[in-house]
Protein backbone atom coordinates (compact mmCIF):
# COMPACT_ATOMS: atom_id res chain seq x y z
CA UNK A 1 0.00 0.00 0.00
CA UNK A 2 2.70 2.46 1.28
CA UNK A 3 5.42 1.66 -1.31
CA UNK A 4 2.72 1.95 -4.42
CA UNK A 5 1.48 5.21 -3.21
CA UNK A 6 4.77 7.10 -3.12
CA UNK A 7 5.74 5.68 -6.30
CA UNK A 8 2.10 7.15 -7.93
CA UNK A 9 2.34 10.34 -5.59
CA UNK A 10 5.32 12.07 -7.85
CA UNK A 11 3.62 10.68 -11.06
CA UNK A 12 0.63 12.29 -9.72
CA UNK A 13 2.34 15.63 -8.96
CA UNK A 14 4.14 15.72 -12.15
CA UNK A 15 0.67 15.21 -14.10
CA UNK A 16 -0.80 17.79 -11.98
CA UNK A 17 2.15 20.46 -12.62
CA UNK A 18 2.16 19.09 -16.56
CA UNK A 19 -1.56 20.43 -16.24
CA UNK A 20 -0.84 23.64 -14.76
CA UNK A 21 1.87 24.17 -17.92
CA UNK A 22 4.77 24.86 -15.08
CA UNK A 23 7.87 23.50 -12.91
CA UNK A 24 9.63 25.69 -10.96
CA UNK A 25 10.68 25.98 -6.96
CA UNK A 26 10.45 26.58 -3.33
CA UNK A 27 12.68 26.70 -0.24
CA UNK A 28 12.71 23.77 1.66
CA UNK A 29 14.43 24.80 4.54
CA UNK A 30 17.01 27.23 5.55
CA UNK A 31 19.81 27.07 8.27
CA UNK A 32 21.33 29.74 10.51
CA UNK A 33 24.31 29.41 12.18
CA UNK A 34 24.75 26.09 11.73
CA UNK A 35 21.08 24.95 12.72
CA UNK A 36 18.34 23.89 9.96
CA UNK A 37 14.71 24.70 10.37
CA UNK A 38 12.83 22.76 7.76
CA UNK A 39 10.00 24.28 5.63
CA UNK A 40 6.49 23.18 5.76
CA UNK A 41 5.73 20.89 2.59
CA UNK A 42 5.02 23.15 -0.26
CA UNK A 43 1.08 24.32 -0.45
CA UNK A 44 0.54 23.59 3.63
CA UNK A 45 1.06 25.79 6.71
CA UNK A 46 2.52 22.55 8.75
CA UNK A 47 4.21 21.19 10.39
CA UNK A 48 5.58 24.56 12.51
CA UNK A 49 8.11 26.12 10.71
CA UNK A 50 9.48 29.77 10.84
CA UNK A 51 9.34 29.42 7.25
CA UNK A 52 6.37 31.07 5.60
CA UNK A 53 5.39 28.42 2.84
CA UNK A 54 4.06 29.27 -0.29
CA UNK A 55 1.10 27.40 -1.88
CA UNK A 56 2.58 26.97 -5.60
CA UNK A 57 5.61 26.43 -6.89
CA UNK A 58 5.20 28.87 -9.97
CA UNK A 59 6.68 32.25 -9.72
CA UNK A 60 5.26 35.66 -9.56
CA UNK A 61 5.62 37.88 -13.05
CA UNK A 62 4.20 40.84 -11.96
CA UNK A 63 5.87 43.46 -10.17
CA UNK A 64 2.87 44.62 -8.45
CA UNK A 65 1.72 41.42 -7.46
CA UNK A 66 1.29 41.55 -3.46
CA UNK A 67 3.15 37.92 -3.97
CA UNK A 68 5.78 39.64 -4.56
CA UNK A 69 6.32 39.67 -0.77
CA UNK A 70 6.60 36.31 0.35
CA UNK A 71 5.75 34.33 -2.86
CA UNK A 72 2.44 33.02 -3.66
CA UNK A 73 -0.43 32.70 -0.95
CA UNK A 74 2.51 32.75 1.83
CA UNK A 75 1.00 35.46 3.87
CA UNK A 76 0.22 33.28 6.45
CA UNK A 77 2.44 34.00 9.06
CA UNK A 78 4.43 30.70 10.12
CA UNK A 79 4.16 29.52 13.65
CA UNK A 80 7.79 29.79 14.39
CA UNK A 81 10.28 32.01 15.19
CA UNK A 82 14.39 31.57 14.56
CA UNK A 83 16.86 32.28 16.76
CA UNK A 84 19.51 34.50 15.23
CA UNK A 85 22.23 37.11 16.02
CA UNK A 86 23.87 39.58 13.73
CA UNK A 87 26.65 37.97 11.09
CA UNK A 88 24.74 34.77 11.55
CA UNK A 89 25.62 32.93 8.16
CA UNK A 90 21.96 31.88 6.57
CA UNK A 91 21.78 29.21 4.03
CA UNK A 92 18.68 29.19 2.00
CA UNK A 93 18.23 25.67 0.50
CA UNK A 94 15.70 26.47 -2.78
CA UNK A 95 14.60 22.86 -4.12
CA UNK A 96 12.09 21.95 -7.28
CA UNK A 97 10.43 18.94 -8.51
CA UNK A 98 13.37 18.04 -10.03
CA UNK A 99 14.99 18.14 -6.64
CA UNK A 100 17.73 21.01 -7.07
CA UNK A 101 16.79 24.40 -8.43
CA UNK A 102 17.14 24.36 -11.68
CA UNK A 103 17.41 28.01 -13.04
CA UNK A 104 20.50 29.24 -13.50
CA UNK A 105 20.37 32.85 -14.47
CA UNK A 106 19.44 36.45 -12.14
CA UNK A 107 20.39 37.62 -9.27
CA UNK A 108 19.35 36.80 -5.57
CA UNK A 109 18.49 39.75 -3.24
CA UNK A 110 17.88 39.47 0.42
CA UNK A 111 15.98 41.88 2.41
CA UNK A 112 14.97 42.50 6.02
CA UNK A 113 11.84 44.29 7.68
CA UNK A 114 11.66 45.00 11.07
CA UNK A 115 8.00 43.23 12.35
CA UNK A 116 8.05 45.99 15.42
CA UNK A 117 8.33 44.60 19.23
CA UNK A 118 5.19 44.67 20.67
CA UNK A 119 4.85 41.27 18.66
CA UNK A 120 6.71 38.68 17.12
CA UNK A 121 7.00 38.35 13.43
CA UNK A 122 4.43 35.17 13.36
CA UNK A 123 1.65 38.03 13.79
CA UNK A 124 3.29 39.99 11.67
CA UNK A 125 1.28 40.85 8.25
CA UNK A 126 3.69 41.89 5.61
CA UNK A 127 1.37 44.03 3.45
CA UNK A 128 2.56 47.33 3.36
CA UNK A 129 5.60 46.42 4.94
CA UNK A 130 8.79 48.41 4.80
CA UNK A 131 11.99 46.31 3.77
CA UNK A 132 15.59 47.09 3.33
CA UNK A 133 18.23 44.96 1.28
CA UNK A 134 21.32 43.48 3.21
CA UNK A 135 22.56 41.08 0.23
CA UNK A 136 22.75 40.80 -3.03
CA UNK A 137 24.64 38.46 -5.79
CA UNK A 138 24.30 38.41 -9.45
CA UNK A 139 27.29 36.70 -11.56
CA UNK A 140 31.29 35.96 -9.84
CA UNK A 141 33.59 34.27 -12.05
CA UNK A 142 32.48 31.21 -12.62
CA UNK A 143 29.01 32.81 -13.71
CA UNK A 144 25.67 33.21 -12.00
CA UNK A 145 25.45 32.94 -8.19
CA UNK A 146 22.11 30.67 -8.90
CA UNK A 147 23.15 28.54 -11.13
CA UNK A 148 25.57 26.95 -8.39
CA UNK A 149 22.81 25.67 -6.65
CA UNK A 150 22.14 23.61 -9.63
CA UNK A 151 24.10 20.98 -7.81
CA UNK A 152 22.24 21.54 -4.27
CA UNK A 153 24.27 23.91 -3.05
CA UNK A 154 22.05 26.67 -1.24
CA UNK A 155 21.96 30.26 -1.28
CA UNK A 156 23.79 32.06 1.13
CA UNK A 157 24.53 35.38 2.96
CA UNK A 158 25.05 36.70 6.62
CA UNK A 159 22.80 38.94 8.43
CA UNK A 160 24.49 42.16 9.01
CA UNK A 161 27.11 42.13 11.82
CA UNK A 162 26.10 45.01 13.21
CA UNK A 163 22.29 44.49 12.89
CA UNK A 164 19.97 45.89 15.76
CA UNK A 165 18.55 43.64 17.68
CA UNK A 166 14.96 43.22 16.91
CA UNK A 167 12.15 40.80 15.30
CA UNK A 168 13.04 40.54 11.51
CA UNK A 169 10.80 38.71 8.52
CA UNK A 170 14.22 37.58 6.10
CA UNK A 171 12.80 37.83 2.58
CA UNK A 172 15.25 35.84 0.50
CA UNK A 173 14.77 35.98 -3.55
CA UNK A 174 15.55 34.92 -6.96
CA UNK A 175 14.69 36.19 -9.92
CA UNK A 176 14.93 33.87 -12.84
CA UNK A 177 15.68 35.39 -16.23
CA UNK A 178 15.58 32.95 -18.90
CA UNK A 179 12.80 34.91 -20.26
CA UNK A 180 13.84 38.45 -18.99
CA UNK A 181 14.43 39.43 -22.65
CA UNK A 182 10.17 40.01 -22.68
CA UNK A 183 8.46 42.36 -20.79
CA UNK A 184 6.71 40.21 -17.82
CA UNK A 185 8.96 37.30 -18.84
CA UNK A 186 10.99 37.27 -15.29
CA UNK A 187 10.13 35.09 -12.44
CA UNK A 188 10.19 36.10 -9.26
CA UNK A 189 10.33 33.62 -6.48
CA UNK A 190 10.63 35.15 -3.15
CA UNK A 191 10.83 33.87 0.63
CA UNK A 192 10.01 34.92 4.23
CA UNK A 193 11.45 33.44 7.31
CA UNK A 194 10.56 35.08 10.96
CA UNK A 195 13.66 35.98 13.13
CA UNK A 196 14.12 37.21 16.40
CA UNK A 197 17.49 38.89 16.33
CA UNK A 198 19.55 39.22 19.63
CA UNK A 199 22.93 40.76 20.05
CA UNK A 200 23.92 44.71 20.97
CA UNK A 201 24.33 46.41 17.38
CA UNK A 202 22.68 49.05 16.85
CA UNK A 203 22.77 48.97 12.61
CA UNK A 204 19.66 50.01 10.67
CA UNK A 205 18.76 51.83 7.29
CA UNK A 206 18.15 55.10 6.81
CA UNK A 207 14.71 56.09 5.61
CA UNK A 208 15.75 56.46 2.00
CA UNK A 209 16.77 53.07 1.96
CA UNK A 210 13.80 51.66 2.68
CA UNK A 211 10.95 50.08 -0.04
CA UNK A 212 7.65 48.24 -0.74
CA UNK A 213 7.45 45.52 -2.02
CA UNK A 214 5.46 45.34 -4.28
CA UNK A 215 6.79 48.96 -5.24
CA UNK A 216 10.42 48.15 -5.41
CA UNK A 217 10.73 47.08 -8.84
CA UNK A 218 9.14 47.80 -12.51
CA UNK A 219 8.84 46.06 -15.20
CA UNK A 220 11.36 47.98 -17.01
CA UNK A 221 14.15 47.46 -14.83
CA UNK A 222 17.31 47.28 -16.80
CA UNK A 223 17.72 44.24 -14.01
CA UNK A 224 14.25 42.40 -15.00
CA UNK A 225 13.93 43.28 -18.76
CA UNK A 226 16.53 42.36 -19.84
CA UNK A 227 18.92 39.82 -22.28
CA UNK A 228 21.34 37.49 -20.37
CA UNK A 229 22.12 35.99 -23.40
CA UNK A 230 22.75 38.04 -25.83
CA UNK A 231 26.27 39.52 -24.21
CA UNK A 232 26.63 37.67 -21.25
CA UNK A 233 29.01 39.98 -19.63
CA UNK A 234 27.66 43.24 -19.67
CA UNK A 235 27.37 44.99 -16.50
CA UNK A 236 24.15 43.64 -14.30
CA UNK A 237 21.81 45.88 -12.86
CA UNK A 238 20.46 44.78 -9.69
CA UNK A 239 16.85 46.11 -9.38
CA UNK A 240 15.52 47.56 -5.89
CA UNK A 241 17.08 49.95 -3.31
CA UNK A 242 21.04 49.95 -2.81
CA UNK A 243 21.82 47.86 0.22
CA UNK A 244 21.71 50.00 3.23
CA UNK A 245 24.52 51.54 4.11
CA UNK A 246 24.84 50.14 7.69
CA UNK A 247 25.55 46.86 6.59
CA UNK A 248 28.99 47.60 5.29
CA UNK A 249 29.53 49.48 8.30
CA UNK A 250 28.13 53.12 7.43
CA UNK A 251 25.85 55.16 8.98
CA UNK A 252 23.05 54.27 10.65
CA UNK A 253 19.63 55.21 12.27
CA UNK A 254 17.14 54.24 15.04
CA UNK A 255 15.63 50.85 13.99
CA UNK A 256 12.69 51.87 11.47
CA UNK A 257 9.32 50.43 12.76
CA UNK A 258 6.23 49.36 10.15
CA UNK A 259 3.91 51.45 11.02
CA UNK A 260 0.78 50.30 12.75
CA UNK A 261 -1.54 50.99 10.00
CA UNK A 262 -0.10 49.22 7.45
CA UNK A 263 -0.84 45.79 8.44
CA UNK A 264 -4.13 44.64 6.59
CA UNK A 265 -3.53 47.58 4.44
CA UNK A 266 -7.27 47.62 2.61
CA UNK A 267 -4.92 48.27 -0.61
CA UNK A 268 -4.48 44.34 -0.39
CA UNK A 269 -5.64 42.16 -3.44
CA UNK A 270 -6.51 38.92 -3.74
CA UNK A 271 -5.81 37.35 -0.90
CA UNK A 272 -5.78 37.91 3.12
CA UNK A 273 -4.01 35.63 6.16
CA UNK A 274 -7.20 33.98 7.04
CA UNK A 275 -7.68 32.74 3.05
CA UNK A 276 -7.40 29.07 2.80
CA UNK A 277 -4.65 27.58 1.03
CA UNK A 278 -5.00 25.51 -2.22
CA UNK A 279 -3.58 22.06 -2.00
CA UNK A 280 0.07 21.57 -4.12
CA UNK A 281 -0.52 21.97 -7.21
CA UNK A 282 -2.96 24.88 -6.67
CA UNK A 283 -3.91 27.32 -9.30
CA UNK A 284 -1.19 29.76 -8.80
CA UNK A 285 -2.87 33.10 -7.86
CA UNK A 286 -0.66 34.91 -10.03
CA UNK A 287 -2.06 33.90 -13.64
CA UNK A 288 1.19 32.56 -14.54
CA UNK A 289 -0.61 29.81 -16.43
CA UNK A 290 -0.97 31.56 -19.73
CA UNK A 291 3.15 31.82 -19.68
CA UNK A 292 4.22 28.40 -19.63
CA UNK A 293 7.88 29.35 -20.17
CA UNK A 294 9.84 27.16 -17.76
CA UNK A 295 7.61 23.66 -18.87
CA UNK A 296 11.00 23.39 -20.60
CA UNK A 297 13.66 24.31 -18.49
CA UNK A 298 14.21 20.90 -17.11
CA UNK A 299 14.52 19.80 -20.48
CA UNK A 300 16.43 21.96 -22.01
CA UNK A 301 19.24 21.57 -19.06
CA UNK A 302 19.43 17.54 -19.98
CA UNK A 303 19.56 18.17 -23.73
CA UNK A 304 22.10 21.28 -23.85
CA UNK A 305 24.26 19.98 -20.85
CA UNK A 306 27.77 22.32 -21.62
CA UNK A 307 27.46 25.39 -19.93
CA UNK A 308 28.93 28.80 -19.39
CA UNK A 309 30.02 28.79 -22.98
CA UNK A 310 27.62 32.12 -25.08
CA UNK A 311 27.11 30.11 -27.85
CA UNK A 312 26.00 27.36 -25.83
CA UNK A 313 24.01 29.92 -23.83
CA UNK A 314 22.41 31.81 -26.74
CA UNK A 315 21.25 27.96 -28.44
CA UNK A 316 19.90 26.87 -24.38
CA UNK A 317 17.88 30.37 -25.02
CA UNK A 318 16.45 29.34 -28.64
CA UNK A 319 15.89 25.78 -27.12
CA UNK A 320 13.72 27.03 -24.69
CA UNK A 321 11.47 29.08 -27.22
CA UNK A 322 11.49 26.00 -29.41
CA UNK A 323 10.57 23.44 -26.98
CA UNK A 324 7.87 25.53 -24.98
CA UNK A 325 6.35 25.71 -28.40
CA UNK A 326 5.85 21.54 -28.43
CA UNK A 327 2.98 19.85 -26.34
CA UNK A 328 5.19 17.06 -26.76
CA UNK A 329 7.88 18.58 -24.77
CA UNK A 330 5.01 19.64 -22.02
CA UNK A 331 5.94 16.96 -19.36
C1 LIG B 1 27.76 32.09 -1.66
O1 LIG B 1 28.44 33.30 -1.27
C2 LIG B 1 29.57 33.63 -2.07
C3 LIG B 1 30.16 34.89 -1.47
O2 LIG B 1 29.23 35.93 -1.51
C4 LIG B 1 29.16 33.84 -3.51
O3 LIG B 1 30.28 34.09 -4.31
C5 LIG B 1 28.46 32.60 -4.00
O4 LIG B 1 28.03 32.83 -5.30
C6 LIG B 1 27.29 32.28 -3.09
N1 LIG B 1 26.57 31.13 -3.61
C7 LIG B 1 25.27 31.10 -3.65
C8 LIG B 1 24.66 29.91 -4.28
O5 LIG B 1 24.56 31.98 -3.17
CU1 LIG C 1 10.58 28.45 -13.40
Request: charged fraction near 10%; aromatic fraction near 6%.
Amino acid sequence: MKPLLYRVLPLLVALTLAAQGAAHGWVGSISIAGTTYQGPPLGTSGPSSVIRQVNTNSPVTSVSDPNLACGPNALEPAQDIASANPGDAIDVYWVSTAGAWFHDVGPMLTYLTNCGSSSPCSQFDTSGAIWFKIQQVGRNAAGWAQAEMNNGAPANLSLPSNLAAGNYIMRHEIIALQNGVSQGGAEFYASCSQLQVGGSGTGAPTSDELVKIPGAYSATDPGILVDVYSNPNAAYTFPGPPIAAFVSGGGSAPPPTNPPGTSGSPSRPTTSPGQPMSPPGGGSPTSTGSRPSSTSCRLQRTILSSRSVPAAATSRRRWHRVLQDLPLFRK
